[in-house]
């Protein structure tokens, strides 16, 4: 028997992530605004690093258009796009039909970011624009990426960190959780160490999306499939006394007549090591950039 007291309240009912993120197929782009924004900037960066890739794994695709950038960008490779829904990777073909007529279907892939169905030491360069915050174990997800990546291969990403949805948080403080937990920099940055990657480097941005009213923000985060997927949700259908509540505490966030929703995202990269055989005295710097 399951010790309840041992339960972690914040991990993440993967059954119901799928569910939400295939629902939301068909809404996704037209509210993907910080996604889209976010994929811009990783894209940028990549004008930094020298790479020639061969394979190319878009870890968390959505809909698709990271990996059809990545196949522009990158003529010679073959990008391979994997998610946890399957609708998602239904819209990530059509997003891509002159790839199908080059590598089929078997360059979608449905599955999770924990455990990546792909061969060691295959991929160029692993790229994941906003969906490691839906996996529970970060060392897990680290350790796969490391183990699919060639030796000094790139692993781009972009994440949520703690400050994202503060105000949405604080709004439902009711004894169930209402927003997941997001890691913060630092913590991702020893993850990265643990598995064996080389010199790190990350930082944060933070964007602030401003709402009419309280209602607008939940439609928008339900039309990207963001729903709180928490074991410490409340299980029950959520009533006019606690959407009342909600709308009135998220009042006091309001500035300028309008309501902010705060997303802190990490970027970061590291390279995979030629050897990830590190002993414990072994130390690989991480490089935190400041943002003013």
Avoid at 30 to 37: E, G, P, T
Wanted: glycine share 6%; aromatic share 8%; with cysteine.
């Amino acid at each position: 028997m399951t010790d309840v007291s041992l339960v972690d309240e914040y991990s993440l009912d993967k059954a119901l992530v799928r569910t939400s993120f295939n629902r939301a197929a068909e809404t996704y782009d037209a509210a993907a605004v910080l996604q889209k924004q976010v994929r811009g900037e990783m894209l940028s960066r990549l004008d930094l690093v020298n790479i020639a890739p061969q394979a190319i794994l878009d870890a968390g695709c959505g809909t698709g258009h990271a990996s059809f950038s990545l196949q522009k960008r990158f003529g010679n490779a073959q990008v391979f796009s994997l998610d946890i829904a399957l609708n998602m990777l239904q819209k990530t073909s059509l997003q891509r039909p002159v790839l199908q007529k080059i590598f089929g279907q078997k360059n979608l892939i449905c599955a999770d970011i924990e455990s990546l169905p792909v061969a060691s030491n295959s991929m160029g360069l692993v790229w994941s624009n906003l969906a490691l915050q839906w996996c529970n174990d970060l060392d897990v997800v680290f350790t796969e990426v490391a183990r699919v990546l060639q030796p000094e291969s790139l692993f781009m990403f972009s994440t949520f960190g703690p400050d994202t949805l503060k105000e949405l948080r604080a709004a439902t403080s009711n004894g169930h959780t209402h927003v997941s937990r997001f890691i913060d920099m630092h913590d991702i940055g020893d993850a990265l160490i643990r598995a064996g990657f080389s010199t790190p480097v990350l930082d944060v941005e933070r964007y602030t999306l401003t709402y009419d009213d309280a209602k607008s923000v939940m439609k928008d985060l339900k039309a990207i499939g963001a729903h709180n997927a928490t074991v410490g949700r409340n299980r029950g259908l959520a009533g006019r006394g606690f959407l009342s509540n909600l709308t009135q505490q998220y009042e006091q966030f309001r500035t300028n007549g309008k309501l902010p929703a705060t997303f802190e995202v990490v970027y970061g990269h590291a390279w995979k090591a030629v050897s990830i055989r590190y002993t414990e005295h072994d130390v690989s710097p991480i490089t935190f950039v400041k943002r003013k």
